[in-house]
C-alpha cells in the first residue's frame, strides 16, 4: 500500500472514531434526559393523593386530607401532597431511597396483609415515625418570622428551634416533632373517617374495661 493510500486509510478511521463518539454522547445526552424526564414524572404521578388514595385502606386519609387546609381546603388553595409530608426532604438521595422503601412496603403489605384488620385509630399514635420534619420546613422555611405577631406560636416554634422542645418519648424526654404539637396536620377530623377497630381489638378493649 502506498503512502498516500495509507495517510488516507488513517483519516478515514480516524474520522469514523470521531463520528462514533460523537453518536454515543449524544445517544447518551438523549437517554440520559429521556431517563429524567419520565423519573421526574413518575415521582410526580406517585406522589400525590390521586395516586396514593387509590389503595382502599388509604380512603379514609385521602377523604381527610382533602377536607383540610393542606389539601387545599383553606383560603390560599395551597396544596401539599402527601410526599410533602410522608418523606424527608434533607437531601434528593434520601428523598429517593425512602420513597422506594416505602412504595415497596406499601405495596407488599396491600397485597399480602388484611388491611381491614389494622387499627387505624390505634396507629395515629405512630404519627411522629410517617411524618418528617424536613417536609414541613421545606415549605414552612420561614416559621419564626411568620409566628412573631403570635406570642405563644412564636415561643414554642423558637424552643423548637433550638432544641428545647421536649415531649415524653418511649425512652424518656425526647425532642418534640411537628406533629407532637400539630397532630391533626393533613387530615381534617380523620378518625370521624376511619373504619371503627377490627372486632377483635375491640373485644380485647372491653376486656381491659
Known sequence: MQ???MRIERKRKYSFGIRVIIALIVGGV???MGTSFVTVIAVKHTSDVNFCGSCHSMKPMADAYR???????????????CADCHLP??????YMVQKVKTGMWDVW?????????????ERRRERRNWVYDSGCLHCHENLLRGTRPNKKAFTAHKAYFS?????EGEDGKERAKCVD???NVGHYQLEKHLPPPPVEVYNENNKKH
Open 3 to 5: 503512502k498516500d493510500d
Open 30 to 32: 438523549v437517554v440520559g
Open 67 to 81: 377536607n383540610s387546609v393542606h389539601g387545599g381546603y383553606g383560603d390560599s388553595g395551597i396544596m401539599a401532597t
Open 89 to 94: 426532604h434533607e437531601s434528593t438521595l434520601g
Open 109 to 121: 403489605v396491600e397485597t399480602t396483609h388484611d388491611t381491614s384488620k389494622i387499627d387505624w385509630h
Open 163 to 167: 432544641e428545647k422542645l421536649l415531649v
Open 181 to 183: 404539637c400539630h397532630r
